[in-house]
Nanobody, 118 residues
């Protein structure tokens, strides 16, 4: 059974930091590209950050320079370090794992709420 379990969300003041974690099980972790997405109800999920199996990273324009994605293949975990948080970063954040070759093999976590107060 594949599981992606996010943690680390919560309420933080503007300018603060949070680190999200996503523990993954049930897949060959090293064969999957990983990403963090965010969404508000009724709108499309947007890419926050992604890291490939080779370690290349990609960021959404609104978070460049503030957020850092990393993966630990030994712990089957992907992280999102968020700094200089803004109220507009308030979303539900979702972890995603997509096979590097067969991209239709795609899994999502249940989401974790991040709320940034002004």
């Amino acid at each position: 059974q594949v599981q992606l379990v996010e943690s680390g969300g919560g309420l933080v003041q503007a300018g603060g930091s949070l680190r999200l974690s996503c523990a993954v099980s049930g897949i060959t972790f090293s064969a999957f590209d990983l990403g963090w997405y965010r969404q508000v109800p009724g709108k499309q999920r947007e890419l926050v950050a992604a890291v490939t199996t080779g370690g290349s990273t990609n960021y959404g324009d609104s978070v460049k320079g503030r957020f850092t994605i990393s993966r630990d293949n030994a712990k089957n975990t992907v992280y999102l370090q968020m700094t200089s948080l803004k109220p507009e970063d308030t979303f539900v954040y979702y972890c995603n794992a997509r096979h590097r070759t067969w991209t239709t093999i795609n899994y999502w976590g249940q989401g974790t709420q991040v709320t940034v107060s002004s």
